[in-house]
């Protein structure tokens, strides 16, 4: 297996013991993929939950941009919701772990059809 297939091997695991779903591989592959060389990296693979500007990022390039979702307080309330999911005490959230549960949160799987 190649290092992509490890990190989603990896996110899948993630997925199933501390957000309590089991991922559809397919959209989890799918959503990996459009994170592009950001998995690699150390800093770019996680989410700063912590970091309002970095939840105004998730918000804007992510929700807006890529799924066309209208801005709105529902967005930010989305974001929070799937970071509480993932678990507060959780310091490593995955980029492309919370990328796959907006995704599912808002239905746009089609997105990524």
Do not use: W
């Amino acid at each position: 297996m190649g290092k992509r297939d490890d990190l989603i091997a990896r996110y899948a695991e993630d997925l199933r013991t501390k957000c309590g779903m089991t991922a559809d591989m397919d959209l989890l592959t799918k959503v990996t993929i459009g994170c592009g060389p950001a998995i690699y990296d150390a800093d770019a693979s996680t989410v700063a939950a912590t970091q309002e500007s970095e939840l105004e990022t998730v918000k804007n390039n992510f929700l807006i941009k890529k799924l066309g979702l209208a801005d709105g307080p529902q967005l930010m309330e989305a974001i929070k919701s799937v970071l509480e999911t993932y678990g507060q005490s959780e310091r490593n959230k995955y980029r492309a772990v919370v990328y796959y549960m907006l995704v599912k949160h808002f239905g746009k799987e089609s997105v990524y059809g």
